[in-house]
């Protein structure tokens, strides 16, 4: 019995170095739940109660875990080989009722402690609180981006939602092409857009905010690169920013003697953005991402345009027929396939948010939209399709003409 006892101690201080080792692994990997996809950090009541819900699963299956390990790690140790015992079996014993009954009370009663709030959760997160005040937005899903339509305020707009805080938001899922699913992690979780199906969901955010959301269903070639992001703004930001969608394309007035290019003097509406390394997103800015959107809506002091560069970017625009496929109101764009670029220049993104919309990305985004996003229809059908080919040069003016559509 003496050498039993020695030689257990050793046995858990290996496991119990182990465990620490392990845990160690983790916090040195950089596990972390912070990041802005994060669905611990909730902004909103829809993500909450999801939140909740997942803590409650969480906490009940952590209680059958150290219950039932206990009991069985109690038994190893307990009733294991001795050195000295004989080979004979113990004594055997089938089944113990009080036991049994226990168990399946207790497994009952763990499920109906998960059961009661799925089954509330799933109610709210059906029925959009307040129908008839929510503020309906109509998502469309193409391969790969995000169409947002607002019917009440005749809003068209792409990759970036922008929402109320005061209100409920009802969505409406739909899809042009294939599945999709629309994922605002802090927001709430996913809805799938289904071909021939209308889906519809709802969120609200807590206060004004900036937020990651991402398509979240396998939907081919570049389903990783179909990214969107959601702005929630207080009430008379909103009513502002509905005005200022509601407007024709901004029109820069015709320059009055010829410059000859894209200086970054020129812009230096661009230079904070425009610092970033080409390709990574966000966080990164001068400001966060949120006062970044805001600096973006603003328009870019008098002067500080090329105004011929513009014009010369307005003229390509429609000579490579870009317009067939986008739609610039005021302009003479009116194409419906691709995302409405009526107020391209006020938006952080470009590309369904796979890069920051600075002058840099575009360029990137524009001389070779392949590499950015394989396999999209602006390349396939527009680039190849119709024989388009652009300078670098003629990138500089659509890029001057695409950031002055505030
Ligand atoms: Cu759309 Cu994945």
Same mark, same amino acid.
């Given at each position: 019995?003496?050498?039993?006892?020695?030689?257990? $101690?050793?046995?858990?201080?290996?496991?119990?170095?182990?465990?620490?080792?392990?845990?160690?692994?983790?916090?040195?990997?950089?596990?972390?739940?912070?990041?802005?996809?994060? $669905? #611990?950090?909730?902004? /909103?009541?829809?993500?909450?109660?999801?939140?909740?819900?997942?803590?409650?699963?969480?906490?009940?299956? %952590?209680?059958?875990?150290?219950?039932?390990?206990?009991?069985?790690?109690?038994?190893?140790?307990?009733?294991?080989?001795?050195?000295?015992?004989?080979?004979?079996?113990? &004594?055997?014993?089938?089944?113990?009722?009080?036991?049994?009954? /226990?168990?399946?009370?207790?497994?009952?009663?763990? #499920? +109906?402690?998960?059961?009661?709030?799925?089954?509330?959760?799933?109610?709210?997160? &059906?029925?959009?609180?307040?129908?008839?005040?929510?503020?309906?937005?109509?998502?469309?899903?193409?391969?790969?981006?995000?169409?947002?339509?607002?019917?009440?305020?005749?809003?068209?707009?792409?990759? &970036?939602?922008?929402?109320?805080?005061?209100?409920? *938001?009802?969505?409406?899922?739909? =899809?042009?092409? %294939?599945?999709?699913?629309?994922? %605002?992690? @802090?927001?709430?979780?996913?809805?799938?857009?289904?071909?021939? @199906?209308?889906?519809?969901?709802?969120?609200?955010?807590?206060?004004?905010?900036?937020?990651?959301?991402?398509?979240?269903?396998?939907?081919?070639?570049?389903?990783?690169?179909?990214?969107? @992001?959601?702005?929630?703004?207080?009430?008379?930001?909103?009513?502002?920013?509905?005005? @200022?969608?509601?407007?024709?394309?901004?029109?820069?007035?015709?320059?009055?003697?010829?410059? =000859?290019?894209?200086?970054?003097?020129?812009?230096?509406?661009?230079?904070?953005?425009?610092?970033?390394?080409?390709? =990574?997103?966000?966080?990164?800015?001068?400001?966060?991402?949120?006062?970044?959107?805001?600096?973006?809506?603003?328009?870019?002091?008098?002067?500080?345009?090329?105004?011929?560069?513009?014009?010369?970017?307005?003229?390509?625009?429609?000579?490579?027929?870009?317009?067939?496929?986008?739609? +610039?109101?005021?302009?003479?764009?009116?194409?419906?396939?691709?995302?409405?670029?009526?107020?391209?220049?006020?938006?952080?993104?470009?590309?369904?948010?796979?890069?920051?919309?600075?002058?840099?990305?575009?360029?990137?985004?524009?001389?070779?939209?392949? /590499? %950015?996003?394989?396999?999209?229809?602006?390349?396939?059908?527009?680039?190849?399709?119709?024989?388009?080919? #652009? =300078?670098?040069?003629? *990138?500089?003016?659509?890029?001057?003409?695409?950031?002055?559509?505030?």
């Amino acid at each position: 019995m003496g050498r039993s006892s020695s030689s257990r $101690t050793p046995t858990f201080r290996r496991l119990a170095a182990l465990g620490l080792a392990a845990l160690a692994l983790i916090g040195c990997t950089g596990f972390q739940m912070s990041g802005p996809q994060s $669905t #611990l950090l909730t902004e /909103g009541p829809v993500a909450r109660m999801q939140t909740g819900l997942f803590y409650i699963t969480l906490w009940v299956t %952590v209680f059958i875990f150290i219950t039932v390990g206990g009991v069985l790690a109690y038994a190893q140790l307990k009733f294991r080989a001795k050195p000295g015992d004989d080979d004979t079996p113990p &004594e055997q014993s089938h089944g113990h009722p009080l036991v049994e009954m /226990g168990l399946i009370v207790a497994s009952t009663l763990l #499920l +109906v402690i998960i059961a009661i709030p799925t089954v509330k959760g799933i109610a709210f997160q &059906e029925d959009t609180p307040d129908r008839e005040n929510a503020l309906v937005v109509k998502v469309t899903g193409y391969q790969w981006w995000f169409k947002f339509e607002y019917p009440e305020l005749g809003i068209v707009t792409a990759n &970036e939602m922008v929402i109320p805080t005061d209100r409920p *938001v009802h969505i409406e899922l739909r =899809t042009i092409d %294939v599945i999709h699913s629309f994922w %605002v992690p @802090r927001l709430a979780g996913k809805k799938d857009l289904i071909p021939n @199906r209308a889906n519809h969901m709802w969120l609200q955010a807590d206060q004004p905010g900036y937020y990651w959301a991402q398509c979240a269903e396998y939907c081919g070639e570049s389903h990783a690169n179909m990214k969107f @992001r959601v702005v929630s703004l207080d009430p008379t930001d909103f009513a502002a920013w509905s005005q @200022r969608q509601l407007a024709d394309a901004r029109t820069v007035a015709a320059p009055v003697a010829a410059t =000859t290019g894209l200086d970054a003097a020129d812009m230096p509406r661009f230079q904070l953005a425009s610092a970033k390394p080409a390709g =990574t997103e966000g966080a990164s800015y001068a400001e966060s991402p949120f006062a970044h959107w805001q600096m973006m809506q603003a328009e870019p002091t008098a002067g500080s345009e090329d105004a011929a560069l513009i014009a010369r970017g307005h003229q390509l625009f429609q000579q490579k027929s870009c317009g067939a496929c986008h739609t +610039v109101r005021g302009h003479g764009s009116m194409g419906n396939i691709g995302p409405d670029l009526t107020h391209f220049g006020a938006r952080t993104t470009l590309a369904a948010a796979v890069l920051d919309n600075t002058s840099e990305n575009l360029h990137r985004w524009l001389i070779d939209p392949n /590499g %950015v996003k394989p396999g999209n229809i602006m390349w396939k059908q527009g680039y190849v399709g119709y024989n388009i080919q #652009l =300078t670098s040069a003629d *990138v500089d003016a659509l890029v001057a003409y695409l950031h002055s559509l505030k």
